[in-house]
């Protein structure tokens, strides 16, 4: 599911709105972009593969929709304060690994 492109154009047919419309009637309930809604979920995510610890960073960077590393650490950051290897060492310390 994550992995799926999701379209702008593709969710507001689905409510019936254009995309604009879809994105005012958004922005007013959620007080997010549709963009950042749906970034700060695949972050989530990525949160929960790292704790995982079964996959690299790359790996999970794909696993939750990203196609580009860069901008995947670019937003874990952005969300979580942290780079995704920092994520990762600071719950590897805690489980004592």
Do not use: H, W
Request: charged share 25%; proline share 2%; with cysteine.
């Amino acid at each position: 599911m994550y992995r799926e492109d999701i379209s702008l154009s593709d969710v507001a047919s689905i409510a019936c709105l254009s995309p604009e419309a879809f994105c005012r009637y958004f922005k007013k309930y959620t007080r997010k972009t549709f963009s950042t809604f749906v970034a700060e979920l695949r972050i989530g995510f990525a949160c929960q593969l790292i704790l995982e610890n079964k996959f690299t960073i790359s790996q999970v960077c794909n696993q939750s929709g990203f196609n580009n590393i860069t901008y995947f650490n670019r937003k874990f950051k952005e969300i979580n304060q942290k780079t995704p290897n920092e994520y990762q060492r600071q719950f590897a310390f805690i489980r004592g690994n």
